[in-house]
């Protein structure tokens, strides 16, 4: 007779058990990762904040100290622009004056040459003391005592027409292509002297 067999009483192993811890395991790792990874991301946001706010105060400073030169470099230069107008325009003050004095002594010698050279001079003479600014009749006529003689030729050859009734008087006070007209009104000084103090007043008035 054979042995009867022994039965062994079987045992589930704890699987489940293990399966959640390995579970819980993994969760726990993919929650830090993801805690890991947002801190860094925040850490790498403010690093990059903070580096854009030092670029953006160093360009600012950068700026600001261009600004600054380029103010001063201006500065500079109004000043050295003053400088130079104080020093340089009193010299060209006086050579304009001197450009001045020279042309109106050049024009009164070229005028007193032709007045003793031109033939046409008596005839200058005439017109120029007979053309008034105002609507007047003139009734004496002053000259130099040589121009008197060519004058009283020109208009003894009917070469100019004066007024009816004018005297012409010799003046020894006054030069060669000098005349004085006095009319109802009053006089016309027509003296080349006169002409030139006239326009030397405008040229170099307030600069003498």
Same mark, same amino acid.
């Given at each position: ?27 726990? !790792? ?15 946001a ?19 100290? !261009? ?9 500079? =230069? ?7 107008? !104080? ?6 003050d ?30 200058t =003479? =005439?017109?120029?003391a +007979? ?12 000259l ?9 030729? +020109? ?15 010799? #003046?020894a006070?006054?030069? !060669?292509? #000098?005349?004085?007209t ?27």
């Amino acid at each position: 007779m054979s042995p009867e067999p022994k039965v062994s009483t079987f045992t589930p192993a704890v699987i489940a058990s293990a399966s959640r811890a390995s579970h819980g395991t993994e969760q726990q !790792r993919a929650a830090g990762y993801a805690a890991g990874w947002a801190a860094g991301a925040r850490a790498a946001a403010e690093s990059a904040q903070a580096d854009r706010g030092r670029l953006q105060a160093e360009h600012d400073q950068r700026e600001a100290a !261009r600004d600054a030169a380029t103010a001063q470099a201006i500065s500079a =230069l109004g000043e050295a622009i003053n400088q130079w107008h !104080r020093r340089a325009l009193p010299i060209l003050d006086e050579a304009r004056r001197s450009v001045y004095e020279a042309g109106l002594d050049l024009a009164q010698a070229v005028l007193q040459h032709e007045i003793t050279t031109d033939p046409q001079s008596a005839r200058t =003479l =005439l017109e120029r003391a +007979l053309d008034l600014p105002i609507d007047a009749e003139p009734t004496v006529l002053r000259l130099n005592p040589e121009d008197v003689p060519h004058v009283n030729v +020109l208009i003894a050859s009917g070469g100019i027409q004066v007024p009816e009734g004018l005297s012409i008087v010799a #003046d020894a006070r006054l030069s !060669r292509g #000098d005349a004085i007209t006095e009319h109802d009104e009053g006089a016309l000084d027509g003296r080349i002297s006169t002409a030139l103090a006239r326009a030397r007043e405008i040229l170099l008035g307030g600069q003498e």
